[in-house]
């Protein structure tokens, strides 16, 4: 459904792009799927896209800029502020962040910032602290609000699950490109959006929307599913497992 | 060499954590405590969900104490009225330690509770214990014993309450009331805090009923034992944050590392095991009075709830 609601929202860019001969922009994963097994250590895919022009296409004094933003499944984010009460720190504030992605990295062709205006960049949503604007607290309502927001953007980044990399989109020809895409270890199982922006000279020409999930499979899926849905007796397996390690240690090492 | 844990949902190296649980299981074999109040940071230091640490480690220290309870069984020392009597007030105070912390973490201060708990408990307890073996180590070093003799009769007031029981294995001639009011304690702070208790429970017999140490850790052992089965099987109902493999991973190198400390512990003179269990005691007390008191290198942090499914 939302899927669908995006197309309809892309549709006018696409009826424009028939008329006009704007771009269009083809885009693809090496992957759909992440798969999670007992070895996983995280992964890496890759985004490639190709800018598709015709003959009756405009020429163009700018070069092309690529800006793709990957999101991952979305919770509600806390974050939290230490203050001095009295000789001790502790938790004074909090703010909610609800419906924000757990994982979120942006990756342009060149610096954003030359590529258009901050107002031009928070309009159109584009950059880690843009991206989300339009979720509850994601603006800035007051000069505190921002400050959340920016630590929670920077600790997300020192967790690898944020990032920005200004050069991340290498073109390969002049319509060819392709970005990698890290996906941390501890990046959330769920679906994944990337969206793909195609800018000339601060102008937004077409835009493009993939998707991937990250899974888990074979026996970490079974494990974690009984942990679920046969909790009882995940638990007493578990307790069984703990206590005949036990006694087999014990029977072990006997010496007396 | 890496493994991917299937609930905690993230990669951890294998050799890291036997190497962590081995160290954890010699200590847990050496004093007869549980090892949950050394092993539950460790795990979230390493970036293990709260939730799931506090839950598997529940099952480690089950298993540990299994492989100790049988040892101490063997060897005779290990007094199972008393233990029952334990049991039974562990599992009252566990009740009320659970509607605690739900009330505590509805008012938003349960973090707070917990560290300012760690701080003042492991503190006051280590504090005592090492004042205690320090004084009788001076008392060794003058030339008298290491504490005073004990006299038929002289008895503190509370164990001559009304409901006296005799346990042959302790030596114990005493009122049922102040243990199981010690176990209800136990338990209580066990559920607040996630940790058997067993640091808490082994001072206590020693110094307030006066039972030998060598059947002292073999109870507690018992008692953390059938605390910890409950806890972990409560967790995985309630909550589903019991990561089998982790668990799996803790215990191998928790139950080896358990007997190696069960032996050491026959070779350790009362006093230094004593004076080495407060040192232990403080030193995790002061870890998080540091938390505590010093300011934070970054005032700001990310909660990321655990995921719903």
Known sequence: MRRFLALLAFLPIALAAATAR????????????????????????????????????????????????????????????KE?????????????????????????????????????????????????????????????????????????????????????????????????VDIPATAPTGSYTVDILLYAGGVPLARQQTSFEVIKTGIEQRLASGAYDWSLLYGLMTVLMALFLGWGASVVFRRD | MQIYLPIAELPISVLMVLGLSGAVGFISGLFGVGGGFLLTPLLIFLDIPPAVAVATVAAQVAGSSMTGVLTYLRRKALDLKLGGVLVSGGIVGTVLGVLFFNTMRRLGQLELVITLSYVTLFSIIGGLMLYDALRAMLR??????????????????????????????????????????????????????????????????????????AVVVGTSLFQILVTMTGATVLHAVTNQSVDIVLATLLLLGGVIGAQFGGRAARNLNVESFRMLLALLILSVGMRFAIELFIPPSDPFSVVVPESAR
Request: aromatic residues 10%.
């Open chain 1, 84 to 180: 001095r009460v009295g000789p001790i720190w502790i938790n004074r504030t909090q703010r909610r962040f609800p419906d924000s992605p757990v994982f979120l990295h942006v990756a342009s062709s060149r610096p954003i910032s030359a590529m258009m205006s901050e107002e031009a960049a928070q309009r159109d949503r584009i950059g880690l602290a843009n991206a989300e604007r339009t979720a509850g607290n994601w603006i800035d309502l007051d000069p505190g609000s921002a400050r959340f927001r920016d630590s929670l953007v920077r600790i997300m980044q020192s967790k690898d699950l944020y990032g920005y990399d200004e050069r991340g989109v290498t073109f390969l020809s002049n319509a060819l490109f392709s970005a990698p």
């Open chain 2, 140 to 213: 060794v070093r003058a030339g008298k014993p290491a504490r005073r003799k004990r006299r038929g009769g002289m008895h503190p007031w509370w164990m001559g309450l009304p409901m006296r029981m005799r346990f042959h294995r302790s030596g114990l001639y005493c009122s049922v009331v102040p243990i199981a009011l010690l176990a209800v304690v136990i338990g209580f702070i066990g559920a607040v805090l996630g940790v058997g208790g067993g640091f808490i429970l082994v001072p206590g017999l020693i110094y307030f009923f006066r039972i030998p140490p």
């Open chain 1, 22 to 81: 704007a771009e269009t922009l083809i885009a693809a994963m090496s992957s759909h799927r992440v798969q999670i097994t007992s070895n996983y250590t995280g992964s890496q895919l890759t985004v490639f896209g190709l800018v598709e022009r015709d003959g009756r296409t405009v020429a163009r004094g700018d070069p092309y800029d690529i800006i793709i933003t990957v999101r991952g499944p979305r919770r509600m984010l806390l974050v939290r502020q």
